[in-house]
């Protein structure tokens, strides 16, 4: 008799292997990622840089427009007190007078002409010194009722005086241009 012995069939298990080999990143990639954090240090390095210069000029700054209001006061009086020539205060002088044309009524000045401008109306310039209270507008109107009707609202407006339409012709030489071309004088009263 014969006898055999059979190992009985197991059903396959998975088998995980723990130290599969290793994939192979290219040179290239490590180059790639490598230049990478280059640039980010690089960009976080002058982001750095540049915001504490920024602080820096903000200082700067904030003590340089406390310094420059006192000391253009102060400087002006000990040259007078000094008797200094005049070419030393020229600079002063000008930038007294920039400060005071920047602070000129203009906003006033523009609202009254937006405000007083009728449908049609295109306006061609505005002529005014700050150190002066004469205005002097010139634009192209529809019809003669439209001109006179914004000089009849600028003359009501506070601070302007003297309004007057000073010309109403046909534009010369111009054949695509409908309308009448005008011009307005006016005063601006001292505050």
Do not use: C, Y
């Amino acid at each position: 008799m014969k006898i055999s012995l059979r190992t009985p069939t197991r059903p396959a298990w998975p088998r995980p292997d723990f130290l599969a080999p290793r994939t192979v990143v290219s040179a290239r990639v490590w180059l790639v990622g490598a230049a990478s954090v280059a640039v980010l240090l690089t960009a976080a390095l002058e982001f750095m840089s540049l915001r504490d210069q920024t602080a820096g000029e903000t200082e700067r700054l904030a003590l340089w427009e406390r310094a420059s209001s006192t000391s253009q006061r102060t400087a002006a009086v000990q040259q007078r007190q000094r008797g200094g020539n005049a070419a030393d205060t020229a600079p002063l002088r000008l930038a007294h007078q920039w400060s005071q044309h920047l602070r000129h009524r203009w906003p006033e000045v523009f609202e009254a002409v937006e405000s007083s401008t009728r449908g049609g109306v295109q306006w061609l310039s505005l002529a005014h010194d700050s150190e002066q209270p004469d205005v002097r507008l010139e634009g192209l109107s529809p019809d003669a009722a439209t001109a006179l009707a914004m000089v009849d609202t600028l003359a009501t407006r506070p601070g302007w005086s003297g309004v007057v339409l000073t010309r109403l012709s046909v534009p010369e030489g111009t054949t695509g241009i409908s309308g009448l071309r005008f011009e307005i004088a006016a005063r601006l009263e001292p505050r």
